[in-house]
C-alpha cells in the first residue's frame, strides 16, 4: 500500500506554500509575497502520529482565467486533486471569503474527495476572529484556524486529515532511489524531459524563459530502478537574474546539485554551446557529482552522416575540464534515446559508487610508475608510497608521498586516466588527497 497523497490547494496569495513548508519541516517551496510565485506541483513528506504523508503543494487556482500560464496552472492542480486521498483547502482569514473561495469549493465538492477547510493567516492566539465564522459558509464542515508562518493549529489540520485516511498498511519498499538533477539554462527542455519519461504533464512547459520556478521533484520506476528526477529552474548569468523570485530560484537549482547522485547537464542542439552552459556544469563538477552531457532537441537539427561526430568533438572541446562526461544526443518532444539515458545513468551511478581495494590500487600504482617514471626536481624524486580509496560519490583516494611538492598535476592527471581505463570509471569525477610522510593531519 503506498503512502495516503494530501494535496493543498486554494487560490493565489493564501499561504498554501508555507503551509507546505512548515509541514515539511524545509523551505522546499518558494515563497514570496507576490501571487502565482508556485506554479508546478511539488511534492514533499511528513509524518504525523506514526504515518507518513505525502504533500503536494499547487499553484494558485483562478477558475476563469485564460491566460497560458494560470490555465496550466490549473491544470496542474486538477492533477494533484485527481491523485489526493484527501484535500486541504486553504483559504486567508484577512481577506474573508472571496468569489474565487466559493468557485474552488464547489469544484472540490464535485470532485468527491475528502476536502478539509484550513482558515490560514490566523496569527492571533485566543478565541477566533469573528470573521472566522464567515468560513462556514462555503459548506465544507468546521473549518480548522492555522498560522503557517508560526505552526498554530497545524497539529489539529493533521488530526482532521489522518481522520478520513484507512487504516495504516505497509508502505512500499522504495529501495535504492537513484537523486537525478536535470540542470541548464533556460527553454533547454529540462521540463519536458520529465514530462515525456512521466507520460503526463508533471512540470508546466512554454516557450516562456523562467516557466519553471521551484525544484520539482518527480519519482519514476523502471527496468533500471528507481529515480527521483528534479526539473530544476533555467540558470542564468547573474548580469541577467532581475527579480528575488528568479534567484531563490537559482539557489534551489544549486541546492538539488547538492542533493543529486547524477547531474543531466541539459544543452538545445537548436542554440548551441553558450559559456554559461560550462558555468552550470561547474557547478556540478565542483560539487563532485556524476554528469551526463545531454544534448536535447537533436530531432530539430538538420543533419547529414558527419553531424553528430562533429557536434560531439566541438561539446568535448568546450567541456574539457568534465572529459569524463558522457553524451548523448536524445530528443524529449519524440522520446529519442530517452531508454538509453537511464542505462547511462546507471552506469554512471555505479562508476561514482565503486569501491576499489588497497591492493588492487597499489598493483595499478606499481604498474603506472614502471610505465610512467614519476617527476624529478633539482635530483630528488617523487615516491609514492600507496594509494588507498577514502570515499566514493566522487570517488576519492589519498596518496602518501614523499614530496607533495613533487607530486605535479600532469602525474596526478595520468593516474587518474589509469584508473578510469582500469576500472571503467566513467562518468564521475576523480579527487586526490595528497599526504606526505610525516604529515600528522
Known sequence: MSRP????????????????????????????????????RIFGECE??????????????????EDIILSQMRRQAMLAIEAADV???????TSGVVATDHEVAAMLQKSGRPVVLCVNKCDRVGEPDPAFYEFYNLGLGDPIQVSSVHGHGTGDLLDAVCAYLPEKGEGE????????????????????????????NRCIVSDIAGTTRDSIDTVVRNSYGTFKLTDTAGIRRSSRIEDDIEKYSII????AIERSDVCLVMIDATVGFAEQDSKIAGLAHESGKA???????????????????????????????????PMIFISAKTGQRIDRLFELIRTVVNSASMRISTGMLNDLLA?????????????????ILYMTQASVKPPTFVCFVNSEELFHFSYQRYLEN????????????????????????
Not at 48 to 65: A, M, N, Q, V
Not at 87 to 93: F, G, H, R, S
Not at 293 to 302: F, G, H, S
Open 418 to 441: 589509469r584508473i578510469r581505463e582500469t576500472f571503467g570509471m566513467q562518468g564521475t569525477p576523480i579527487r586526490f588527497i595528497i599526504r606526505e610522510r610525516g604529515d600528522k593531519k
Open 87 to 93: 484535500i486541504v483547502l486553504v483559504t486567508d482569514l
Open 5 to 40: 497523497v494530501i494535496a493543498i490547494v486554494g487560490r493565489p496569495n493564501v499561504g498554501k506554500s508555507t503551509l507546505f513548508n512548515k509541514l515539511v519541516g524545509e523551505r522546499i517551496a518558494i515563497v514570496n509575497d507576490t501571487p502565482g510565485v508556485t506554479r508546478d
Open 173 to 200: 519498499d522504495e529501495g535504492e532511489i537513484i537523486s537525478v538533477a536535470i540542470i541548464g539554462r533556460p527553454n533547454a527542455g529540462k521540463s519536458s524531459l520529465v514530462n515525456k519519461i512521466t507520460g503526463e
Open 252 to 255: 534551489r537549482a544549486k541546492m
Open 48 to 65: 504525523w502520529c506514526g504515518r507518513k504523508l505525502s504533500l503536494i503543494d499547487t499553484g494558485g487556482i483562478e477558475p476563469y482565467s
Open 291 to 325: 554528469c551526463i552531457i545531454v544534448v536535447n532537441k537533436w530531432d530539430a537539427v538538420e543533419k547529414n552522416d558527419r553531424t553528430m561526430n562533429e557536434f560531439r568533438k566541438k561539446l568535448e572541446n568546450d567541456f574539457s575540464f568534465m572529459s569524463y562526461a
Open 367 to 383: 604498474d603506472a610508475v614502471a610505465r610512467v617514471q614519476p617527476p624529478t626536481d633539482k635530483g630528488r624524486r617523487l615516491k
